[in-house]
């Protein structure tokens, strides 16, 4: 059974940052690519940014790209997000995603861990 | 950016109505078009990729269809469970975006 499990979100205050983890299951981690999305409280899905399964290939969304960093530690099936100059319109669930295809972001998101909140607030 | 437009934004309906929900890519993006059932405080989960594939364990009263800028979701035969928001997604090209949702309520 996949299973995806996200970590470190909490309250931050503007400018600071953050790193989410997500630990993964019941597949073999490095032959996926993996992505993360985010949904705003009340609000829609945004995909943020997305790696290869060797990590070597990564992507991101306008909104993110020069302050986040996601990368991947395939010894640990540990993916990451490193945030950094957060705002307060990056309040939201973070959620860790599982992609169907490797060598690739296909942008198909096959599983989803249940989320990470991140709050940006004084 | 490709716009993705779900339309409606809310829909009313009963257990056992025939539910159609629509999706516009402000581009053509072929088929490569999924759509997600959402429930509250839950994570999303794939129903349908490549606008008409059924994932696996997913009901046979989901359906898809449509290519090149507007595609549907059908639900054959709405049930309990079914009362959820979905979105539509393009995987065309990066960056992958979402419709705005649909929300299913129960009339």
């Known amino acids: 059974e996949v299973q995806l499990l996200e970590s470190g979100g909490g309250l931050v205050q503007p400018g600071g940052s953050l790193r989410l983890s997500c630990e993964a299951s019941g597949f073999i981690f490095s032959n996926y690519a993996m992505s993360w999305v985010r949904q705003a409280p009340g609000k829609g899905l945004e995909w943020l940014s997305a790696?290869?399964?060797?990590?070597?290939?990564?992507y991101y969304a306008r909104s993110v790209r020069g302050r986040f960093t996601i990368s991947r530690d395939n010894s640990k099936n540990t993916l990451y997000l490193q945030m950094h100059s957060l705002r307060a319109e990056d309040t939201a669930v973070y959620y860790c995603?599982?992609?169907?295809?490797?060598?690739?972001?296909?942008?198909?998101?096959?599983?989803w861990g249940q989320g990470t909140l991140v709050t940006v607030s004084s | 950016d490709i716009q993705m437009t779900q339309s409606p934004s809310t829909l009313s309906a009963s257990v056992g109505d025939r539910v159609t929900i629509t999706c516009r890519a402000s581009q053509s993006i072929s088929n490569w078009l999924a759509w997600y059932q959402q429930k509250p405080g839950k994570a999303p989960n794939l129903l349908i990729y490549?606008?008409?594939t059924l994932q696996s364990g997913v009901p046979s009263r989901f359906s898809g269809s449509g290519s090149g800028t507007e595609f549907t979701l059908t639900i054959s035969s709405l049930q309990p469970d079914d009362f959820a928001t979905y979105y539509c997604?393009?995987?065309?090209?990066?960056?992958?975006?979402f419709g705005q949702g649909t929300k299913v309520k129960i009339k």
């Open positions: 790696t290869t399964g060797s990590g070597g290939n990564t």
């Open positions: 997604q393009q995987y065309d090209s990066s960056p992958w975006t």
């Open positions: 490549r606008a008409s």
């Open positions: 995603v599982k992609e169907d295809k490797s060598g690739y972001s296909s942008g198909v998101f096959e599983y």
